[in-house]
Each structure stands twice: as structure tokens, then as C-alpha cells.
């Protein structure tokens, strides 16, 4: 789920990769964002239904700005060889992690979204709209607004912003249903939770067997990587999946 806490501008080339870690689900995460003020982002989860407030793992990712174009590049075709690169609060307040450039939460359920700072909460009345996440945990990244757009007439444009992309975010928890992985796409950026959404995603997988009508990998995504990004594969298949423009605002499911 693309969820913010404020009104955003835009979302854009929004990158997301799952794969299982025996009881828990990884899931990575990036995007382009266009907004006008500080916020967070806010992702809802399947967590186990006796997960508790540190059931999620937050990953530094900071060192890993590539992941997904050197995950992309796993998806080309192989060419002749060339040689790889050189390669805390009080009781009633929920933990705040500083997770590479971002500072994360884990929100248990939408009724602790009032322990959290207002500017980053997204309201229990909202999520009653939605009442597949009714039972679900949610995790937060706090989000820098973008700086305004450079150049002398930057200020004659309606204080055009520009876009940010942020390092990949990266988190585990423990999945509800282990015959699934699920990717957070369901879309909130005005306060509303629209029927359909314009998507710019592409998702990718780690799995037994391959989704229908997603693109077919390596059979080892680790085998043909390289760098720090090995920490974050296992050996299984690699599959990928583009989504562009209006679907049913929801979030993707597939077999583990």
C-alpha cells in the first residue's frame, strides 16, 4: 500500500521486491515522490495475528542505492562475460528507529496511530474504509519533503518541488498466510481510498514458481549478483511484473 500522511503531488517509478525468509516476508521498497511538506509514508501489512510491537525488522538499505537497477539488470538477457564492478521513547510512545536516512515505526494496529506524532498518523477513520487491513499492522517511514526545484525562476513556478527518490526501504515481518507474498500497492495519497489508481510499479519476486503472466528471470537471482545486494537474495528464481496506468486499487498477492 502507497499510503501518506499527507496530500502528495505525485508518486512515481515505485520499485517493490518480496521474497520469504522462512517465517517472515522481506519486502523492499522505493519510489519517486513529489509533495510540499515533511511526511510519511505508511505501508500496511499481513503480519502474524499475534505479532507484537517488535514483530518488524527494519533494513538499512543506505549502503544499497542501486538494488533495483542491479536487480534489473538480472532480468537482461546474459551477454559475453566482462567482468563484475568493483564492488527510543516512552511507554506510550511507539519506538522510533533511525533506519539509514529515514525514521521508522511499527504501528500494531490503526487504533496506535495515536502514540505516533499527528503529522504522520493517517486518521482510524480512514482505514475503516478499507476493511481488508482492519486486522493488519502497518509500518512508517518518515519522509523529508522534497527541496524546491533548482534554477533562477524556481520560485515563479508555484514553488515547483522536485522530485526525490529515496534509498530503497527495507523491512521483514512475520506473514500471516505462508503460502503467499504480498505486495503493499493498495494507493492513498489524498486522504481518500480510491476504487482504482494510476499505477508506475514494477515488482519483483523471489518464488517457487513463476506468477502467471510475470516475466521469468535467472533461475538464481544470487547467482548473478554481485556486492551487498547478495545479503537480500536467496537462491531461488527471479520474476518481475510491470504495472502501468488504471487498475483496481489494491494490493498484489501471489504464491510463495
Known amino acids: 500500500m502507497c499510503c501518506f500522511s499527507r496530500p502528495v503531488r505525485r508518486v512515481s517509478e515505485t520499485r517493490i ?9 522481506l519486502v523492499v521498497y522505493e519510489m ?12 500496511p501489512i499481513p503480519v502474524a495475528r499475534d505479532a507484537g510491537e517488535d514483530a518488524v525488522r527494519f533494513v538499512d538499505l543506505s549502503a ?10 538480472m532480468f537482461a538477457p546474459p551477454g559475453p562475460a566482462s567482468g563484475a ?26 487504533d ?3 502514540r505516533l506524532d499527528p503529522r504522520f498518523a493517517i486518521p482510524s477513520h480512514v482505514w475503516a474504509s478499507v476493511p481488508e487491513v482492519a486486522d493488519h499492522g502497518f509500518v512508517v517511514f518518515k519522509l523529508a519533503a522534497p527541496g524546491p526545484k533548482p534554477g533562477l525562476f524556481a520560485g515563479l513556478l508555484g514553488g515547483a518541488r522536485e522530485p526525490k527518490r529515496y534509498h530503497p526501504m527495507g523491512f521483514t515481518y512475520p506473514r500471516r498466510d ?16 480510491h476504487a482504482e489508481a494510476d499505477f508506475d510499479h514494477v515488482l519483483y519476486a523471489q518464488c517457487a514458481a513463476a506468477p502467471a503472466g510475470w516475466d521469468v528471470g535467472p533461475p538464481s537471482l544470487r547467482a548473478r549478483a554481485y556486492g551487498a545486494i547478495l545479503a537480500y537474495l536467496d537462491d531461488a528464481p527471479g520474476y518481475r511484473v510491470t504495472m502501468r496506468g488504471r487498475a483496481p486499487n489494491r494490493d498484489v498477492a501471489i504464491a510463495a
Do not use: I, Y
Request: contains cysteine.
Open 17 to 25: 521486491f518480496c521474497r520469504n525468509e522462512g517465517a517472515e516476508q
Open 64 to 73: 544499497v542505492p542501486t538494488f533495483f537497477a542491479q536487480l534489473e539488470v
Open 112 to 114: 496506535d496511530f495515536d
Open 32 to 43: 519517486s515522490l513529489e509533495a510540499d511538506e515533511e511526511l510519511a509514508m505508511v505501508l
Open 85 to 110: 564492478p568493483s564492488r527510543q521513547g516512552g511507554p506510550q510512545t511507539l519506538k522510533v528507529q533511525q533506519v539509514g536516512a529515514f525514521e521508522a515505526s511499527f504501528v500494531p494496529r490503526a
Open 178 to 193: 505462508p503460502d503467499q507474498l504480498v505486495f503493499p500497492t493498495l494507493h492513498l495519497h489524498d486522504g481518500t481510498v
